[in-house]
């Protein structure tokens, strides 16, 4: 049956109103005339959606006729953003659908601020995650994105009383216009119980789980469409269900709280999100999500190679499955499970096609952010998996021995299973061991991964391991985000900039001219006058859009140090108080990010940071010469009204912690320079740049462990630097709040033990904030700086990130660019 074209997917204006009050009308039964604004919203949504499901049918039917090797992205987050707009300019529709509104009297900007964002992942990883399919569409190879559609997602993030408040993610309230539930697409997923022996006909022993419960996974598919492209990405979400909705027998018997115990059990499953920038904590139900999804996903796979009419022992030339971190590592032992056990392939035939199929990426070095889950929580949730994991590990042990006899230490190491006390299966070590590839997400991480974390293992497979340095979309966080800019890029590099990133080089030569650098700052100043209104709007705090604006926005963690840029503000403020004449140029501090509700000194550090707006923006000495705002709920959605409108981009991790970071190239694109550590994706931005527009300081990776070992003691950094003991002094001197022991916590933490170093790199940092305000008081000299950083950013385009992992990891082709 062809696919035919209809009014559900014209582009013509008549074409366009129609599907809309079609959809009003006919799919929510509404009376146009009595219809809200959500109403409105929903109707464009689902017209928006017909255009897009159109697509991605169309390219699902060509990539099974071409038998093509299809990507699967295992992710137990996705940050997909607001869909609407992105989709509108994917397709070209925005001026039309813009005005077909208009029309009916209808605002489309109204109806884009509608949309509730599925905040189905954490942070960096999450977004990436969503960053990597939109690019896949993009450069056309076809793909899913298999995930967890949880009900409830990150919290929301209010700021009551100065304090961090979480509340529930209730994205699903107002309908999801976007998914479409398959009922058909159901997979059984086994728990608990034990496994036995058994023979088939064939005789070979064989073994079988037999489980103490059964869940049932039900796909929900939402389409990612591309930019300027027929491809079209599937994001497929799996949601637990009981398999039975209640237990009868009980229900009959008048034992309703057991009758529905399952139930409730079963469903909560894909309930919530759980933070990951916490410690890792061996919480079995998380386990459980990870198994579920993959699970799901992997039988689903089969499913669909099946419907090729290829056989089990082809999985890995139709599939290549990429594992986000060691979330989803499990699916080693699980694919695994099914080739052997269901579909009866032998051990070695099975592990071939494993170890072709999956390939790993690393998001952390951190030790405390490495998975490792108790031997008997998954012998009693996955029995079957535990016995595959110790014949994977027996034979793998045989081959190191052999690589390095009576080397037991190396062994112990290598180790699936870690026995240096209460026994855990390490999940890094079995997705390093189940992959053909792997990779950290930046020059400087992939480097210390092989140095560090995964050392034994790159001296086993150094030919495993690779670098794919991040990037991000410029769809949504340039061109949808800062459509200003949009306009004055596609002047100069071709409508097409978005689709062809390192066109952006083409902006070189303008830096030299002044009246482009006019455009250039009064694009700038017209989306910081856009986010000081915001900022009013969420805070009540007013801010000069014409001072310079410094932002930080990304989780808050000790790490990423946040209160490293406090400890600056504050500096700023004492000198100010002192010597009111002071040549500092006027500076909006803006911060931004989610604290992991049960991580102390993270909430503090928000709670420092509203403490020092509270006292610095009513001090009439300062005049409003320096303000500091907290942004609340930072989001995928906020991030798109903040990044456009950074003047200074605060990348200040100690160096070799932060694998990548993403916030750094968003922020960079969009024309900010940065201050910044030699870290994760900084090393290579800063090349990318040019030194002279990147605000360097601070102790390098190869210093760090230096320092540390060499008995680091921060608190003699604190006795020898008089204006570090003030500020410090000043953390608790009363003058920040009336109660003196809100940061004592913090203050002890710096001043006896200060993990992240904060002390030692204080006077670096200060010293390039300096560097700061004497460019920006030169404005040609900053204007043509921050030029410079869109134009030379163009590698960080996510779909150059994509094309190395076609090329160099999956194996499948891409799109050639257009000329
Ligand atoms: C987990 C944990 C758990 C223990 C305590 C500290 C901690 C800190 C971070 C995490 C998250 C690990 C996974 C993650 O989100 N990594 C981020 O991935 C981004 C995409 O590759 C990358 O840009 C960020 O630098 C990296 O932190």
Known sequence: IPISDSIRTGIGADDLRQAFLDNLVCALGRLPAYSTRH????????????HVMRRGVRCFEKGDNLLVRRVAYFSAEFLP????????????????????????????????????????????????????????ATVGVQSVGYGIRYEFG???????????????????????????????????????????????????????????IVIRGEAYDTPISGYDSD?????????????????????????????????????????????????????????????????????????????????????????????????PAIAVAELMRLLVDQHGLGWDVAWKVTRSTFSYTNHTLLPEALERWPVDMIGGLLPRHLEIIYEINARFLDEVRAAFPGDDERLARLSL??????????????????????????????????????????????????????????????????????????????????GDLEKLHKLEPHAEDPAFRQEWREVKLSNKRHLASLIAERTGIEVDPTSLFDVQVKRIHEYKRQHLNLLHVLTLYLRLKKDPKAEVPARTFIFGGKAAPGYFLAKRIIR????????????????????????????????????????????????????????????????????????????????????????????????VPALKHGGYRPRDRYESDPLLREVIDFLT???????????????????????????????????????????????????????????????????????????????????KLKK
Request: proline fraction near 4%.
């Open 154 to 212: 990150i919290f929301d993030q209010t700021i009551r009383d100065g304090w961090q408040i979480q509340g529930t993610d209730k994205w699903l309230h107002g309908g999801n216009p976007w998914e479409v539930h398959r009922p058909g697409a159901v997979q059984d997923v086994m728990f608990g119980g034990h496994t036995e022996p058994w023979q088939d006909e064939s005789d070979s022993p064989r073994k079988r789980w037999v489980p103490s």
């Open 608 to 703: 420092l940071a509203t403490a020092a707006g509270e006292l610095i923006n009513h001090d009439r000495d300062i005049a409003g010469r320096i303000k500091v705002v907290f942004f609340p709920d930072f989001n995928v959605r906020n991030g798109q009204s903040i990044y456009p409108a950074v003047d200074l981009s605060e990348q200040i991790s100690l160096a070799g912690m932060e694998a990548s970071g993403t916030g750094n190239m968003k922020m960079s694109l969009n024309g900010a320079l940065t201050i910044g550590t030699l870290d994760g994706a900084n090393v290579e931005i800063r090349e990318a740049v040019g030194e002279e527009n990147f605000f360097l300081f601070g102790l390098n990776a190869a210093e």
């Open 231 to 327: 491809t079209c990405a599937l994001m497929r979400l799996w949601k637990a269900e009981a398999v039975e909705s209640f237990d009868f027998s009980a229900f009959n018997h008048g034992d309703y709280d057991r009758a529905v115990e399952q139930k409730v059990a079963s469903e909560n499953l894909s309930k919530v999100l759980y933070p990951n920038d916490e410690l890792h904590r061996g919480k079995e139900l998380r386990l459980k999500q990870q198994y579920f999804f993959t699970c799901c996903a992997l039988q689903d796979m089969l499913r669909i190679l099946s419907l090729r009419g290829a056989p089990p022992e082809s999985f890995h030339s139709n599939w290549a499955v990429q594992l986000n971190d060691t979330h």
């Open 39 to 50: 109403d409105h919203y929903l109707a464009l949504a689902m017209t928006v959606r017909d």
């Open 733 to 815: 001197s009363g003058a920040l709040g009336e109660d003196r022991d809100l940061f004592q916590p913090l203050v002890d933490n710096l001043l006896y033990h200060d993990p992240y170093l904060l002390l030692a790199d204080y006077r670096g940092y200060l010293n390039a904030q300096q560097r700061v305000s004497e460019l920006w008081m030169d404005p040609e000299a900053w204007t043509r700086a921050s030029i410079l950083n869109t134009a030379r950013m163009g590698r960080f385009s996510s779909d150059r990130s994509i094309r190395d992992y076609c090329q160099r990891v999956w194996k499948v082709n891409v799109k």
């Open 81 to 136: 953003g607001p869909h609407l707009g992105n989709h509108l300019l994917n397709l070209g529709l925005t001026e039309s659908i813009r005005k077909m509104l208009d029309g009916l009297g209808i605002n489309l900007d109204d109806l884009l601020a509608e949309e509730e964002e599925p905040g189905l992942g954490n942070g960096g990883l999450g977004r990436l995650a969503s960053c990597y399919l939109d690019s896949l």
């Open 417 to 498: 299973i870690d026995e240096s006390g209460p026994r855990y299966v390490r999940m890094a070590n079995l997705a390093c061991v189940g992959s053909q590839t792997v990779n950290g997400v930046a020059e400087l991480h992939s480097k210390l991964l092989r140095q560090t974390v995964l050392a034994d293992f790159a001296a086993l497979w150094p030919e495993k391991f690779t670098n794919v340095t991040n990037g991000v979309t410029p769809r949504r966080f340039v061109a949808l985000a800062n459509p200003g800019l949009g306009k004055l890029l596609a002047k100069v590099a071709g409508k097409n900039w978005p």
